[in-house]
Antibody, heavy 127, light 107 residues
């Protein structure tokens, strides 16, 4: 069974740092791109970061660029999100997700969304 | 960044109704548009990708169409389990972006 289990969410003060983890099982983690998505209280979903299977390519939304770092340990089948300089507006449920792909006619892989999600971990930034 | 604008923000409907949700991209994204269903306290669920391809296991009452930068999710006959919030998401270029969501509520 494909499973993703996030951990590390907690209450942290503004300006603080936190590392989220996502333990993966049931699929070929090292060949799978992975994504972090968050949902602030009363708000919609926000895509924040993605990483390629080997970790060589990373992507971020502007609001977290320079403050958050996505990484992975393919030996431990674990995805990470290192968060620093945290702000109140970073308060949210953070989801990790498997990034789905489909092979096109030219045999190029096209990534299109998140097909397996964890249950989320809650980060609260407050003094 | 590509902006995704969904409408309406909410819709009140009854079981059996046909429900249509629209998503407009601020620039061309080809057909790289994905739809999700999200219920409170649960993980989001991928419904449709590449604008019109149904994800495995998703009921056929869900369908997607597109024309240019306008995308539509249709639920042909709303079922009790379909009351939820629906999001579109573009996968044409990073950073990927979601629409603001459409809440389907009980009329």
């Amino acid at each position: 069974e494909v499973q993703l289990l996030e951990s590390g969410g907690t209450l942290v003060q503004p300006g603080g740092s936190l590392r989220l983890s996502c333990a993966a099982s049931g699929f070929a983690f090292s060949s799978s791109a992975m994504t972090w998505v968050r949902q602030a209280p009363g708000k919609g979903l926000e895509w924040i970061s993605a990483i390629s299977g080997g970790g060589e390519a990373t992507y971020y939304t502007d609001s977290v660029k320079g403050r958050f770092t996505i990484s992975r340990d393919n030996f431990r089948n674990t995805l990470y999100l290192q968060m620093s300089s945290l702000r109140a507006e970073d308060t949210a449920i953070y989801y990790c997700a498997h990034t789905a792909r489909v092979q096109g006619l030219s045999r190029v892989w096209n990534y299109y969304g998140m097909d397996v999600w964890g249950q989320g971990t809650t980060v609260t930034v407050s003094s | 960044d590509i902006q995704m604008t969904q409408s309406p923000s909410s819709v009140s409907a009854s079981v059996g109704d046909r429900v249509t949700i629209t998503c407009r991209a601020s620039q061309g994204i080809s057909s790289w548009l994905t739809w999700y269903q999200h219920k409170p306290g649960r993980a989001p669920k991928l419904l449709i990708y590449a604008a019109s391809t149904l994800q495995s296991g998703v009921p056929s009452r869900f369908s997607g169409t597109w024309s240019g930068t306008d995308f539509t999710l249709t639920i042909s006959s709303l079922q009790p389990e379909d009351f939820a919030t629906y999001y579109c998401q573009q996968a044409n270029s990073f950073p990927w972006t979601f629409g603001q969501g459409t809440k389907v509520e009980v009329k």
